[in-house]
């Protein structure tokens, strides 16, 4: 089994940056692709970024240019740097990530990590 723990969330003002950070023990061969989620209240919960394991990335438009993801197979770390924060990226963030034989979607997942970002 796979475990992921997220970390780095917190209230930011407007235009502000964050760095989130997710660790993962366990059976980390396992892993494939890893990825930042995340819910806003009332909405469903969507794909921020992914990373695969040769590095490639894939980013939702709303975040292209302002957020980066990062992977450090050594460290078993998936890194989220986000950077001119708007009120509408407020939302619970969730690390993931894809085993082996899945080719869509995530088999494991973090509990989240708040992010608020006040205007």
């Known amino acids: 089994q796979v475990q992921l723990v997220e970390s780095g969330g917190g209230l930011v003002q407007a235009g502000g940056s964050l760095r989130l950070s997710c660790v993962a023990s366990?059976?980390?061969?396992?892993?494939?692709?890893m990825a930042w989620y995340r819910q806003a209240p009332g909405k469903q919960r969507e794909l921020v970024a992914l990373i695969n394991r040769g590095g490639s990335t894939n980013y939702a438009d709303s975040v292209k240019g302002r957020f980066t993801i990062s992977r450090d197979n050594a460290k078993n770390t998936a890194n989220l740097q986000m950077n001119s924060l708007k009120p509408e990226d407020t939302a619970v963030y969730y690390c993931?990530?894809?085993?082996?034989?899945?080719?869509?979607?995530?088999?494991?997942w973090g509990k989240g990590t708040l992010v608020t970002v006040s205007s």
């Open positions: 993931a990530g894809q085993g082996p034989d899945t080719i869509y979607g995530m088999d494991y």
């Open positions: 366990g059976s980390i061969f396992m892993i494939k692709a």
